[in-house]
């Protein structure tokens, strides 16, 4: 029964009649599920709790064996955990892998990870994988679809690929879809409803969380906001259209736009940069704006106002009681943020934007393994006979 | 029950038997929930059943003496009809009205009506009344919330006083919400889970219909897409803001460039029409177009390549599986359509259109009173008790 295994992974070991009070479950419904749950493998007793008048209640907790694997794949990042009932992370993995190697050399690089997790005693075997790629999923059917930065990816069987390999359930999911449902279990969005979550990196897309969970859209790529077009006289971008919002604003473009302003000389602060690298980096910019470089401080502002014009017509839209800005170009700070909120709340009604926080992850680096776990365990409570 | 409610609602007289089976339920569970509903008055015997072989079954209706108020506010118009239980019209009233004579005025006016279909023997008492107002609802609580258009209405009680006037459940929504309820019960969207209604009148608003109804956002404004800024040097909008999507495309925009084409003499067909009226509307605008009046032609498409925009970056966001197309606007058919299906079908990502039609709405006219029925006669049977 999902919300008993839910309030023990979240809130922790619990007294039988305190979980029946706050499930609204009877006592003899309360007794058998738990019962159900024990033999399935997935509760344990937990001593007695402490007594609340009347006579002692057993404590019951999410068993202390079960784990779960965490893989969130990045354009140029393979990141996992290996967590507990409890989401705790065991053990964790970061290191650069380029996207484009294609599913073969990149899921056997996760495989391998895994079996070091294995060898060091993380797990004996795992009760569910959770794993997030950069590009459209067809969630139903565990693959990736016509992915844009995933040459060999297409509609390949990831899914039954893991689960045949680790005899356990896989649910696969986009990239922002899992920092989305990380954020909310443990970050800024914490017990928020309706909010976006928007990830700035290599590319921009959003994580769209209504109140039932995330919304995904009827093809699965609901929250590609990256194409948007933002300005019909702007740069091409990948998907072969003409200013998308990822061609204006992006760690591609920044980097593209800061390379530019240390030629021509326009920023002295990116030139000095140049000098002693091969490239330029969106962490250049945020850098150089730290230092009060003009066009560093102007470059992060234009992508911001871009960004908030989206944002704005998606306040208009959808409504949310949120938007949080996450992704490897949050690291841009609160000069982005700024320019975002200007624009947002300048553009929107009134009605829309009362109460609306726009604020940064909290959660960061880790809000992608951290919702692919909390994925992974719902997968594994639903799947219980 | 909801579903044997909803079914017999939508689908007719079924037999019991049939009944238990389409919704999967227990004989001793169906008897029980069927003696409820007649008890109640929302469900009555109707004959007996052709033979399935085996014992002869008993039909069950929707009681033939259930009435629902159906009504729609327009900017300058209010409709009604008084529907059965199968939302069959029993009674319409259509006549024109100025919202802005406020809530007094425009709901006695909704009372005068609907009395004289009781004088006519169309309903002895009202089981729901549903109704659309063309401004942001607040849903929960039953009233408009800061309505642009609608002086005099913000957080007017609307929902508590004609509960009190007509003893029974009522529902206020915004009219466009209530346009694609309708269409999804019994027009183009039938069956169809995830789309987009977009009205395009004097203003233009979008409703949002995701697998479990209408999505209304956090403050109820969810889809008001009127105010997304499409010319950041357009005209000046009636929000404050220059350049919204409703300055540049809507009934009131379309009679602004009208009269101004009919003036400086580059529209033959819109100066002949102006020399004989007072002013112009849309209908002229559709009227030269149809004559193949080159400046009417341009105004439309060049209306629909701004609607377009915005339509394909709320694809790119929200791929829905259909966008229906309505509202009085909607009159200028085939040229409006085939410019904004060529700007979302070139500007969204090939995934999220693949199979994404956009239509016209099939009820057009009655879709707001349909919905209005429908919402009506949902809030009447969750209110059994």
Request: aromatic share 4%; charged share 20%; with cysteine.
């Amino acid at each position: 029964m999902l919300p008993i295994l839910r309030a023990l992974r979240d809130d922790g070991p619990v007294s039988r009649a305190e979980l029946g009070d706050r499930l609204g479950l009877t006592r003899p419904r309360l007794t058998s599920e738990v019962e159900r749950l024990v033999k399935a493998g997935f509760l344990a007793e937990a001593g007695m709790a402490a007594s609340r008048g009347g006579r002692r209640s057993t404590l019951v907790a999410i068993h202390p064996r079960l784990r779960f694997a965490a893989v969130d794949l990045g354009a140029s990042s393979i990141d996992i955990e290996v967590v507990n009932g409890r989401l705790e992370p065991l053990a964790a993995y970061r290191e650069p892998a380029d996207i484009r190697q294609g599913p073969k050399a990149i899921l056997h690089r996760v495989s391998e990870l895994l079996a070091k997790a294995r060898a060091e005693g993380v797990y004996e075997r795992l009760d569910a994988v959770g794993i997030g790629v950069p590009g459209p999923v067809s969630f139903r059917d565990g693959v990736p679809v016509s992915p844009p930065i995933m040459p060999g990816w297409d509609r390949y069987p990831v899914r039954e690929l893991l689960a045949r390999e680790h005899g356990c359930p896989v649910v696969v999911d986009n990239d922002v879809n899992i920092m989305a449902v990380g954020e909310r279990h443990g970050g800024v969005a914490r017990s928020v409803d309706d909010f976006l979550f928007v990830k700035i990196g290599t590319g921009i897309g959003c994580g769209i969380h209504l109140t039932g969970g995330v919304y995904r859209g009827v093809d699965g790529c609901a929250g590609d906001i990256g194409h948007i077009q933002v300005d019909a006289s702007g740069p091409t971008c990948s998907c072969g259209n003409t200013g998308c919002l990822e061609a204006v604003f992006s760690g591609a473009a920044l980097a593209r736009d800061a390379l530019a302003a240390a030629r021509s000389g326009a920023s002295p602060a990116l030139a000095e940069r140049l000098a002693k690298a091969t490239g330029l980096t969106a962490k250049d910019v945020a850098d150089g704006a730290a230092e009060g470089d003009v066009v560093c401080i102007q470059l992060i502002r234009e992508g911001g106002r871009r960004l908030g014009g989206v944002l704005a017509a998606l306040v208009s839209f959808a409504n949310p009681s949120m938007i949080v800005i996450g992704g490897g170009l949050a690291q841009l700070g609160h000069v982005l943020l700024a320019e975002i909120r200007s624009v947002v709340y300048r553009r929107s009604l009134p009605l829309a934007t009362g109460n609306l926080p726009v604020v940064l992850s909290e959660l960061s680096g880790r809000a992608g393994v951290t919702g692919a776990a909390v994925l992974a365990s719902d997968t594994a409570f639903e799947q219980i006979p």
